[in-house]
């Protein structure tokens, strides 16, 4: 698969099968829409191609939206390079570029730039200023610019947009397992280990403290989680922690991974955490002690549900 962060840097002569959408998360509904596209791609002998968008086109349309998405641009091209795809193009969503009118988009975009020739997409995909034009429109431009209009039935389309909110709905309360039924994978945390407060050292439990950049990246509900992760090319298990440390009167919150079975120096490298189990709330304990034996049970269940 090819990357391209701009419509301006791809260089394809050969006609291409194209769907557009923001695509956050890449789930069971997601991949349905994309094995459609890579079939017809390959039965009219054109290159695959998704368009979508970084920012996320409400990042830059309404400030005030406070969006969490599934994914990093860096985790959705992992995801994506898994599909059969043959180009990927993250364009830069701008306020210049919603602006563009339905025509101009469609004439100078879809057709000069990306030579296409089928645009598979939904009964309600809107596009151009304002998102005033539809698929009827699309269609009437097909006619006269020369490609084809293939709609995803209603089902699909509905299929992929309740699975999102319930993917997020899901990891806002805690239910990773429901998440992970929807997204096909394991949903993912990556970040750069910093160095933290040594606690967990202290108890005998040391921790890598995970630092995830991109703000807009949702953070599941607070907790601890069974986790796993590869390090130094091994898969390794452990147990992670999302919260604020309310025992040691902690105030920032942090994500915290106890890796069993490995010894090795994380420091400023970045990692990927796949989660399986949710195991319990994050909670107060009375004391320092009480935090221990509740840790080590916590390593007693994670165990428990790894060899299961």
């Given at each position: 698969?090819?990357?391209?962060?701009?419509?301006?840097?791809?260089?394809?002569?050969?006609?291409?099968?194209?769907?557009?959408?923001?695509?956050?998360?890449?789930?069971?509904?997601?991949?349905?829409?994309?094995?459609?596209?890579?079939?017809?791609?390959?039965?009219?002998?054109?290159?695959?191609?998704?368009?979508?968008?970084?920012?996320?086109?409400?990042?830059?349309?309404?400030?005030?939206?406070?969006?969490?998405?599934?994914?990093?641009?860096?985790?959705?091209?992992?995801?994506?390079?898994?599909?059969?795809?043959?180009?990927?193009?993250?364009?830069?969503?701008?306020?210049?570029?919603?602006?563009?009118?339905?025509?101009?988009?469609?004439?100078?975009?879809?057709?000069?730039?990306?030579?296409?020739?089928?645009?598979?997409?939904?009964?309600?995909?809107?596009?151009?200023?304002?998102?005033?034009?539809?698929?009827?429109?699309?269609?009437?431009?097909?006619?006269?610019?020369?490609?084809?209009?293939?709609?995803?039935?209603?089902?699909?389309?509905?299929?992929?947009?309740?699975?999102?909110?319930?993917?997020?709905?899901?990891?806002?309360?805690?239910?990773?397992q429901t998440?992970?039924?929807?997204?096909?994978?394991?949903?993912?945390?990556?970040?750069?280990?910093?160095?933290?407060?040594?606690?967990?050292?202290?108890?005998?439990?040391?921790?890598?403290?995970?630092?995830?950049?991109?703000?807009?990246?949702?953070?599941?509900?607070?907790?601890?989680?069974?986790?796993?992760?590869?390090?130094?090319?091994?898969?390794?298990?452990g147990m992670?922690?999302?919260?604020?440390?309310?025992?040691?009167?902690?105030?920032?919150?942090?994500?915290?991974?106890?890796?069993?079975?490995?010894?090795?120096?994380?420091?400023?490298?970045?990692?990927?955490?796949?989660?399986?189990?949710?195991?319990?709330?994050?909670?107060?304990f009375d004391?320092?002690?009480?935090?221990?034996?509740?840790?080590?049970?916590?390593?007693?269940?994670?165990?428990?549900?790894?060899?299961?």
């Amino acid at each position: 698969m090819i990357t391209v962060q701009n419509i301006s840097e791809h260089d394809e002569t050969h006609a291409t099968a194209i769907t557009i959408g923001t695509f956050d998360g890449l789930h069971i509904g997601h991949r349905k829409i994309l094995e459609r596209l890579t079939n017809n791609a390959k039965a009219l002998d054109l290159k695959s191609v998704v368009l979508t968008f970084f920012p996320h086109p409400r990042m830059v349309l309404q400030k005030d939206a406070d969006i969490k998405l599934l994914n990093t641009i860096e985790e959705k091209i992992q995801i994506f390079k898994k599909t059969g795809l043959d180009i990927l193009i993250i364009h830069p969503f701008t306020i210049a570029f919603s602006r563009l009118s339905a025509t101009e988009f469609v004439r100078d975009i879809l057709v000069n730039s990306l030579k296409t020739k089928k645009i598979i997409i939904g009964y309600d995909h809107r596009f151009g200023r304002n998102r005033n034009a539809n698929i009827n429109d699309l269609v009437a431009f097909g006619n006269t610019l020369d490609f084809e209009v293939e709609e995803i039935p209603v089902q699909e389309i509905n299929d992929v947009s309740v699975s999102s909110t319930k993917i997020r709905k899901a990891l806002q309360e805690g239910d990773v397992q429901t998440a992970n039924n929807y997204l096909g994978y394991h949903y993912m945390l990556t970040g750069v280990v910093k160095k933290g407060k040594g606690l967990g050292r202290q108890l005998q439990f040391p921790t890598a403290n995970l630092f995830i950049e991109e703000k807009y990246k949702l953070i599941p509900k607070n907790g601890v989680y069974v986790v796993q992760s590869t390090l130094s090319g091994i898969p390794v298990y452990g147990m992670m922690n999302i919260g604020y440390n309310p025992t040691v009167s902690g105030t920032e919150k942090s994500i915290e991974i106890h890796f069993f079975d490995f010894d090795g120096d994380l420091y400023d490298q970045k990692i990927q955490i796949d989660m399986l189990h949710r195991i319990r709330d994050e909670h107060k304990f009375d004391s320092v002690t009480a935090l221990t034996n509740q840790l080590h049970k916590d390593k007693e269940t994670s165990l428990s549900l790894i060899s299961q």
